[in-house]
């Protein structure tokens, strides 16, 4: 690591603060922290983090709400860590512009992967002309998809769908996000044909489709690209 | 023409119809008789006369039958007593004889009359009594207060053509009234205020009782021993009610005894749901101020033993381990108590969308990565599977809870199945494993809260499998255990579940 990053925390208990900062600090993470909603908009304004770990039951502001603001002009992640485990919570956040969330309790290790999958997304050049994940490497300047060396042959639709989760690799992207993006608005609901085409996308890039390691699937929320 | 006017013409018809027939028939009767009009034989013409007016008994009122009487003694008299064709009876016996003939006319016919309306009353009483011997029987066998409602409802259109409204009441002595359809007025529907009164006084009313008459329904209370069920309304036709008091009391009370009988009933239930929630509370405590002490003992104890200097670095390794350890095991037991409370709660919201069972599988035996570890996992999902349409989170967690279970009961190195199938519209899941099975006693307990087998090494609250059943209870499905043949449970989960929709899909675009 280059330069000590600086994370901004924003929890009202004690105990996750604490931890979070000897955890992150072991990892080489500079931590401050806010114990309100509205701290939390003045420290994100003051030490322009590079990541902000917010929680959503804050004190005085719904976490959701202080989300939504953040994301009028703060560009860089935000990862969500919440007692709140529901999928209708998840996908409402990741809705609001959060690029991850992990709910508590957690293990160290995953928040730290997550924190870093998601800085290095946001810091990686949106236009890089070749995405390679392991075995498979995704050549944008040509549309040609490789495995092994080998080109695989895929439909327009696969293609697109491939490129879309590896553009925004390790970012989960909820089922609605994918159906917008690859059918349009009219197919919000028709998630079979997500379904479909993921299973003949892993048939052709996974080693072992049953054992996807590249095409995860994020339980009732969505899909996450690699990890 | 319409209805209206030709009613009334036609019930004087009906009316005056038996004495027309009276005079035919009599009348007929004579002329043929005419023949036989000499000397000898008037007296055989008496005999036919009196015969035909004792038929005419058996099939008229007594107004007809009066009327025939009359009739064929002044026939006799006029044609066929000396001298004929006058109202003159010369010799004295004759005029005796005529006397005689009107007395047993009429007695004959007034006799055999009563006799036909006894016996009308007789069949009638006996079909009442049919009537409540079959109501008896019919409600002795039913259960529920819906049950015998419906049964009663039925008695009362197969005995009596009518059709009958039964209103329980809430439980507080406040009748659940049905709603007023304001559109549809004309029609015959209880009226919430004499239900009320009937219910509220006890008594009847409406149609044919004196109270409240002008209606078009009879009202009638339903009180049983101990407490008023309800009341009951229904249309009839009056031959059937009126002076029949006693009938329709017994005929009411054998229903509001039913309807009593149930009533107390579920309310035993309610109580006795309660006292079980009690027990629920009370076994919850026993299980959490054991369950959680343990694991809160364990980080407790290695963290403060970490705390001490003199602690070897081999020591500290294991201790927060242990730590660990213990945070996962409260972690797991967390879970479970809060899933058992949503399911318990209903308050679980099903997302149903459609599933690849192949991610299902993985997901499942993904997350318990490490506790599968020592088996040997086999996935059998046909190839031409189709999606299903469940709850993917729900049903992750169904899988998750009956693989924990194999895990911690089969030997390691043995085969964990998991096989998905989709027959008549239904997904099948079976999960199943190489271990000593279950007790056959345990097995049809298995599903309940806080059942654990005897001697079972696993600790844990016994809410593993219920919540499996809970959660695909919310799917609509079943779960099933047995033994396997060749040893190990096998758990057999079937969910309803429709072919997607995939009309406008093109795999090849």
Known sequence: MTETKTLLIVDDEIQIRRLLEISLSTYGYNTVFATSGKEGLVAAATHSPALIILDLGLPDIDGMTLLKKLREWYAKPVIVLSVRSSEEDIINALDNGANDYLTKPFRSGELVARIRAAI???????????IEFGSVAIDILNHVVRKNGEIVKLTSTEYSLLTLLAKNSGRVLTHQFILKEIWGYGYLEQTQYLRVFVAQLRKKIEDDPARPVLLITESGIGYRFGS | M????????????????????????????????????????????SFILLFVVAI??????????????????????????????????????????????????????????????????????????NALFQLTGELSKTRGIDGVMKVAGEDFRKHFGAEAWFIIQDGNNNLLLPSVDTDNLATDKPDPEILNWVFSN???????????????????????????????????????????????????????????????????????????????YGTLFNLISHEFRIPIAAIMGASDTLMLAETSEKNREELYGEIFKASARLNQLTENLLNMSRIESGRISLRLDWHDVNDLFHRATQSLKQELEPFRLLIVVPDDMPLVRIDFALMEHVLINL??????????????????????????????????????EALPRLFDKFFRVEGSLAGGLGLGLSIVKGLVDVHKGTVAVRNNDNGGAQFTITIPSKLPDMNHLNLTE
């Open chain 2, 2 to 45: 319409t209805g209206k006017e030709t009613s009334p013409l036609e019930g004087i018809f009906r009316h005056i119809y038996p004495y027309l027939l009276v005079v035919l028939i009599i009348g007929l009767t004579t002329l043929a008789c005419i023949p036989l009009s000499n000397l000898q034989s008037y007296h055989i013409v």
């Open chain 2, 202 to 280: 006890r008594k009847k009313a409406g149609r044919y009782t004196g109270t409240m008459s002008e209606t078009t329904l009879t009202y009638y209370p339903l009180t049983g021993a101990r407490i008023s069920p309800g009341a009951v309304a229904f249309k009839i036709d009056e031959h059937r009610f009126r002076n029949k008091d006693i009938f329709w009391d017994t005929y009411c009370t054998h229903i509001a005894n039913a309807l009593e009988r149930e009533f107390l009933g579920e309310m035993g239930i309610k109580a006795r749901v309660l006292d079980e929630s009690d027990r629920f």
């Open chain 2, 403 to 440: 693989l924990l279970n194999s895990s911690q009961h089969a030997r390691p190195g043995t085969t964990l199945k998991l096989e998905a199938s989709y027959r008549r519209n239904n997904l099948i899941l079976n999960i199943s494993d190489n271990g000593p099975g279950f007790p056959p």
């Open chain 2, 56 to 129: 005419l008994a058996v099939f008229l009122g007594i107004g007809p039958v009066l009327l025939a009487s009359t009739m064929s003694a002044i026939a006799w008299n006029y044609f066929f007593i000396p001298p004929f064709h006058t109202f003159h009876i010369a010799k004295t016996e004759d005029r005796l004889m005529f006397i005689s003939f009107f007395i047993i006319a009429l007695l004959n016919g007034i006799l055999t009359n009563r006799i036909r309306r006894q016996e009308r009353l007789v069949r009638a009483r006996e079909d009442e009594t």
């Open chain 1, 120 to 130: 290095r997304l946001s810091e990686e050049k949106k236009d890089t002309p070749l």
